[in-house]
């Protein structure tokens, strides 16, 4: 099956149809040359044969990557039936059909259904609002098939094709390249790498050549910034480097969001305590000789007491609710649970590329050799800031300095920078597009230059060369203006210009501080001028590039995002790492991360040859953890990382906008894409995508995500308080063998009814303030901590005890047992209204805590008590619930006794702040 060279499947003698679509064509193709390859894959300079197109097509399928359809409104309804607590409450409607307790049946139905519903509507409208624009891969492309050139759809080429590639067409496969004239490819998407890769057609690399490195390759889904080429296709579809990485994120997640795990830890302890209390409670009542029918009525008692039922629609509501919060800045959340998650992490692995800078090069720094170099504020994409000095904007000599490097600037210079429509636009090569943009800032723009120095003759750029000429006609005599790789230039010069006037070039002392500037991780340009005379009819040629004046040297850099610095102090604030992962060279990504303040020094950096190179997982996880910036990363080398922080313990949220961050967006706790500029592969994959590109509308996300979690957790606390309450109360009447003080249908409406109105206006509880200045909660935390227990305890016996010596001093007064339940069932509601603002808070006072800043909690509040009234005066209702009137004066002996819980709660709410200052 291997050829000669060890890495080639051949195509010889293969079966005219396979099972399914073959993948790998050349293992190595970047260490083979042009006339390698092309023989490997029976090829020719001249295209396939149509016969052998027809075979490859069926052999290998079309060159498209597959989509995931996304899930039908039945699949995301059935979907919301999936969690351990519908399960419980599933059961109980059955045991409570079996039994013929239609009512509780009925209710129990209904609250599923409910939050079925709920849940439908809001996944279903974010998935529509999240659907992906178009495949990347859906372009056409000129091939040549038996010597002649055909456009085909880019579906349709299939390995050994030959293919004509020009500027500005997306490359359709993974290709080698056989010809290229000045071809520079724009590989962000794919690498992370925001300068696009000069290629080379004749170079032959070694196996181990990392892929940004791999100068002799095309690669699917990359743009082509300047030039054309001749290139044959090595593979296509899933085979290629962007299908591979698709392929890695097709089908479900194994990953769970941290509230999911909390949850179903939460659930199961429930469904194992439920399922002990009644076997227990069952066995007593059986040795008593109580009738089975009446074992089965207290089990079902006992078991609507203990289930929140009101859980799922609450938790619906809370999360839901987190989704149109975040949706207002900007972030839209495809998958509900992901609401939370994102408030959950605990590390942020960040793409650099297109998150937290511009993917756009722009010029920062202006150095003349010899003095203090200046800074080149503003944005990358507008020519708004300015150029300054140490002592500020340049004057005089400074000045005349400064005008010369900006007409060079505008004269050598291929590209275009203008307004249209009221915007600014531009097209060509990014580093001219740069320098135009720097220039104009000093008041130079190319149409003003060429006018008054109009052009002779250019030397375009070519890859070759790494430089571009122009030769004007300045003040009546040509000369000719340079710009381009320092190294290139510094060999055309023997003078430089400066403040003082035109000098003797000392090229050590600018070779030293050329270095200087590439080590701060700038991209470094620089800028010539000559004066010349040229025969005529002679052109402009390298020969006349000599003797040539150094005017300085520029230093370009993908800028920071201007939100992103505030944005990871933010981070930083709230107790969340952030790691920057890029495919850049380490000493770039070392000054960004510097900019951002996210390292101190170099050896927080680790590169992807050093992870390659790790010789376990131990080892790797030990690099991971002291790391603030992965650089030289390759795409799956991504994963290995969100995988060793996750060993490491971390609940871990991936930022990024390329496919190439796709695997570590769906391996992570969350992925959060980036909406405007991110590819459809990172759309799809991520649960969370940003609107507007913004990484501060993360952290936006991250705290509406601790409010949501908040509020689920002062829910759960409502909920099991009251619910464990009414334990207490059933306990206490076995004990002391009295009837059982609620029946099932009452307990139902307590839980369903009466609390579920407030429990879902609790979910609304806006923020206490001091979301981003708590660290996250350890990722193996429960739900219920230390002081939710203690608050779910002392609440628990204040109402279970109160209600219970109501319940057995109205039957020790001669009240009927029917008048006794429903004084103890209106007690019961009354505790849930105080309760329910107990539950605002953990720390904060009920009397500190504007009750008007959740009216509609308020206003659910009344609704509660209001609904209850009307049950009471409502005959039909009235028989069903065991409920009937009872007098003002009652009804405010009740509230009295009710208010008691919120006394108990203020005193512990005192006691545990006490307990903190004294712990400081």
Same mark, same amino acid.
């Given at each position: ?394 004057? &005089? %000599?400074?000045? =005349? @300095? #400064?005008? *010369?490097?900006?007409?060079? !600037?505008?004269?050598?210079?291929? +590209?275009? /920078?203008? $307004? ?63 710009? &381009? %790789?320092?190294? =290139? @230039? #510094?060999? *055309?010069?023997?003078?430089? !210009?400066?403040?003082?006037?035109? +000098?003797? /070039?000392? $090229? ?64 930083? %604030? ?5 790691? *920057? ?340």
């Amino acid at each position: 099956m291997l050829s000669a060279q060890g890495n080639i499947y051949q195509f010889m003698n293969q079966p005219a149809a396979q099972s399914s679509p073959e993948k790998v064509i050349i293992a190595h193709p970047h260490a083979l040359s042009g006339e390698q390859a092309l023989a490997a894959l029976a090829s020719s300079t001249i295209g396939l044969a149509n016969s052998q197109v027809a075979r490859r097509q069926r052999q290998y399928g079309a060159n498209a990557l597959p989509r995931k359809p996304p899930p039908g409104l039945l699949e995301v309804f059935l979907n919301q039936f999936k969690s351990p607590l519908i399960y419980v409450l599933v059961a109980a409607a059955v045991v409570s059909l079996l039994i013929r307790e239609y009512s509780d049946a009925i209710f129990i139905s209904a609250v599923l259904l409910l939050n079925a519903v709920i849940g439908t509507v809001q996944e279903y409208s974010a998935q529509r609002s999240a659907e992906a624009l178009q495949k990347m891969m859906t372009t056409r492309v000129r091939v040549l098939r038996e010597g002649d050139a055909y456009e085909i759809g880019s579906e349709e080429i299939v390995p050994g094709d030959i293919v004509l590639l020009e500027s500005g067409e997306r490359v359709p496969a993974d290709m080698r390249i056989l010809e290229r004239h000045n071809l520079e490819i724009d590989e962000s998407l794919l690498s992370g790498e925001s300068i696009a890769v000069i290629k080379k057609a004749d170079t032959v690399l070694t196996e181990s050549t990392v892929l940004g490195d791999r100068i002799n390759m095309a690669f699917a889904g990359s743009l082509v910034n300047r030039g054309r080429a001749q290139c044959v296709v090595i593979s296509t579809g899933l085979a290629t480097e962007l299908g591979m990485i698709a392929e890695s994120v097709i089908g479900e997640s194994d990953t769970r969001a941290p509230l999911q795990e909390r949850m179903e830890r939460f659930t199961q302890r429930v469904a194992i305590f439920v399922g002990f209390a009644v076997l227990l409670m069952a066995t007593i009542l059986l040795f008593r000789g109580m009738p089975l029918s009446e074992i089965f009525l207290s089990s079902v008692a006992l078991a609507v007491s203990v289930i929140p039922e009101g859980l799922p629609v609450a938790l619906t509501v809370a999360l839901a609710i987190g989704m149109r919060r975040m949706a207002r800045h900007d972030v839209i959340v495809r998958r509900l649970i992901a609401v939370e998650a994102l408030g959950s992490c605990t590390y942020i692995a960040s793409d650099k590329t297109g998150t937290l800078t511009t993917n756009q090069m722009t010029v920062r720094r202006l150095l003349f050799p010899g003095h203090d170099s200046w800074e080149v504020n503003g944005d990358s994409d507008k020519p708004n800031g300015e150029i300054t000095t140490v002592r500020g904007v340049p004057e &005089g %000599a400074q000045r =005349k @300095l #400064l005008d *010369m490097a900006c007409q060079c !600037a505008v004269l050598a210079n291929e +590209g275009f /920078l203008g $307004r249209q429509n009221d915007h600014w636009a531009s097209n060509g090569d990014a580093v001219d597009v740069a320098l135009l943009i720097m220039a104009h800032r000093a008041g130079w723009t190319r149409a003003d230059a060429v006018g008054a120095s109009p052009e002779i003759d250019i030397i375009p750029f070519e890859s070759e060369r790494l430089y571009s000429a122009s030769l004007n006609r300045v003040d009546g005599r040509p000369r000719i203006f340079v710009k &381009g %790789a320092f190294e =290139k @230039l #510094l060999t *055309m010069c023997d003078k430089i !210009a400066a403040v003082e006037g035109v +000098g003797e /070039l000392d $090229r050590a002392a600018v070779e030293a501080e050329a270095r200087q500037l590439a080590g701060a991780g700038y991209r470094v340009i620089a800028m010539a001028y000559g004066d010349v005379e040229l025969d005529d009819g002679e052109a402009l040629s390298h020969s006349r590039l000599e003797k040539l004046t150094l005017i300085g040297l520029l230093g370009l850099i993908d800028p920071l995002r201007p939100e992103a610095k505030p944005a990871v102090a933010r981070c930083r %604030a709230a107790g969340i790492q952030v790691a *920057m992962v890029t495919g850049d060279h380490p000493l770039t990504a070392f000054t960004i991360a510097r900019e951002l303040d996210l390292l101190e020094d170099e050896s927080q950096v680790v590169t992807g040859p050093q992870l390659r190179d790790a010789a376990s997982e131990a080892e790797m996880d030990r690099m991971t953890r002291s790391a603030s910036v992965f650089a030289r990363v390759e795409p799956r080398q991504k994963l290995d990382i969100v995988q060793s922080l996750q060993r490491s313990g971390h609940y871990v949220a991936v930022s990024g906008d390329g496919a190439n961050d796709a695997p570590a967006l769906r391996a992570a706790q969350v992925g959060v894409a980036m909406g405007k500029n991110g590819t459809d592969v990172a759309r799809e994959t991520a649960e969370i995508i940003i609107t507007d590109d913004n990484f501060d509308s993360i952290v936006d996300g991250v705290e509406q995500g601790r409010i949501a979690y908040a509020n689920v957790r002062k829910v759960i606390f409502l909920l099991i308080s009251t619910g464990a309450a009414e334990l207490v109360l059933f306990v206490l009447a076995m004990i002391t063998a009295l009837p059982l003080p609620l029946l099932a249908v009452q307990l139902l409406w307590l839980n369903l009814v009466t609390n579920g109105i407030q429990d879902i206006a609790l979910a609304f509880e806006p923020g206490e303030g001091r979301e981003l200045e708590q660290p996250p909660r350890p990722p193996r935390e429960a739900i219920f901590n230390r002081v939710m227990l203690e608050r779910v305890v002392i609440s628990a016996i204040i109402i279970g005890v109160v209600a219970f010596g109501l319940f057995k001093w109205l039957l020790d007064q001669g009240f009927s047992l029917e008048q006794a339940r429903n004084s103890t069932l209106l007690l019961m509601v009354l505790f849930e209204n105080v309760h329910v603002f107990n539950s605002r808070s953990e720390t904060l006072s009920v009397f500190r805590h504007n009750p008007l800043r959740n009216k509609l909690l308020l206003a659910g509040t009344v609704i509660a008590q209001l609904v209850h009234i009307g049950a009471m005066y409502t005959p039909w209702l009235g028989d069903v619930l065991g409920a009937s009137p009872v007098s003002f004066e009652q009804w405010l002996s009740l509230l009295g006794l009710a208010l008691s819980v919120m006394v108990v709660m203020e005193l512990h709410k005192w006691i545990r702040a006490r307990m903190t200052i004294a712990n400081l």
